[in-house]
């Protein structure tokens, strides 16, 4: 794009303050969230460099992945990245308040009353519906206003975005000096999946599109379709949950680096003998006499209850004293039990701190012991956690 800068032509910032922290202090939190800032600039980069000369920018919705917006925002803005998409009004206040200069998407599109906010904020709408661009065209006509909004194609997700002849029939305006377009935008459904052929289709249509759109800047990549190829690129990239560690290629290794540690408090440990439960439901039963750590981290931490542990199935890990250590029993509200018995006397002690993401264990693995995806894992994460947020 022509009135920006690329992320790899952009100076080194100036330092940054090694470490703040957010959140309880961390003797009376239940759990440690370290957040590695530097790790996101990092792969806004690699992602960035993956897809050049096109614009990198980034998703930062729900509290930017779960990782704290505001932070996120204020990093990736002095890194050099020029444009934010959020989902909603309030996350884009946010989002301006922690940096000023980028340009803001909001991806849920206009909802009724709300148009008079965006010149507020210096925000943008994603339009995606002909009624949306009917009240957003009349708001701007009333007010003057030439802020700019994206408009939104649907090319095979059928969720949000005004169809292909839609977006055909309403090309000519395009010709008008103050027609408002400053994206041309649409979304991958399968892009996690190379092979899938809809992700064919979906450039191809796109690519129609946009031959009727001119001199207009366009978006189709996500994360996973940054490693589509140039085909799916276009003039800009707005990579989501890579940023925030999670592996964009399934199947493959993980070419992002990791972004989040989560620690818990040990506040027990006990023994238990052979053939009791542990937890709710009793659905796991100890087979000879055990050792369980118990940790002040739950479901309403954002630890997930499927990841439970039962006598029909495994669950997730954690890592105590240095090994892997499975779960024992129901992740129940705010505490899980862990089976330490293959640790060493005294290995693990009330008020250390046991591992459930970082080190050997990705987000990745929590989300696939909890038959989910990384994206749920991390935007699962709570409030109650002493936050540490790394900046080298």
Known sequence: MDDRTSQADVKPPEPHPAEKTAGPPAPQAG?????????????????????????????????????????????????????????????????????????????????????????????????????????????????????????????????????????????????????????????????????????????????????????????????????????????????????????????QRNPMRPVVRLQARIVQVRNVPKGETVGYDAAWTTKHATKIAVVAVGYADGYLRASSSSDAAPGGDAIVAGVRCPLAGRVSMDLLAIDITGLPEGAARRGELATLIGDKITVDDVAKAAGTIGYEVLTSLGRRYHRVYRAE
């Open 31 to 251: 759990g440690i969230l370290t957040v590695d800032l530097a790790a996101i600039e990092a792969n806004w980069r690699a992602l960035g460099s993956r897809a050049l000369p096109t614009e990198c920018a980034a998703v930062i919705k729900a509290d930017g992945y779960g990782c704290g917006i505001e932070p996120v925002a204020a990093r990736l803005a002095h890194a050099g990245c020029k444009t934010f998409f959020v989902a909603d009004l309030a996350e884009a206040r946010r989002v301006r308040a922690a940096a000023a200069e980028p340009a803001i998407y909001v991806l849920n599109g206009l909802l009724p009353d709300t148009a008079a906010v965006y010149p507020e904020l210096r925000a943008r709408p994603v339009i995606g519906s002909m009624q949306e661009l009917a009240e957003w065209d009349a708001f701007c006509s009333a007010n003057g206003w030439h802020g700019g909004a994206a408009l939104h194609v649907d090319t095979g997700m059928n969720r949000l975005g005004i169809s292909a002849d839609e977006a055909a029939a309403l090309a000519p305006r395009i010709r008008s000096e103050n027609h408002g377009i400053t994206l041309l935008m649409s979304h991958l459904a399968c892009a996690e999946a190379p092979e899938h052929p809809l992700n064919e289709r979906q450039i191809a249509l796109f690519r129609e599109v946009r031959l009727l759109y001119r001199g207009i800047p366009s978006s189709l990549a996500n994360s996973s379709g940054i490693f589509l190829g140039n085909a799916a690129h276009c003039d800009m990239v707005r990579p989501g949950v890579a940023l925030y560690g999670v592996n964009p290629t399934p199947g």
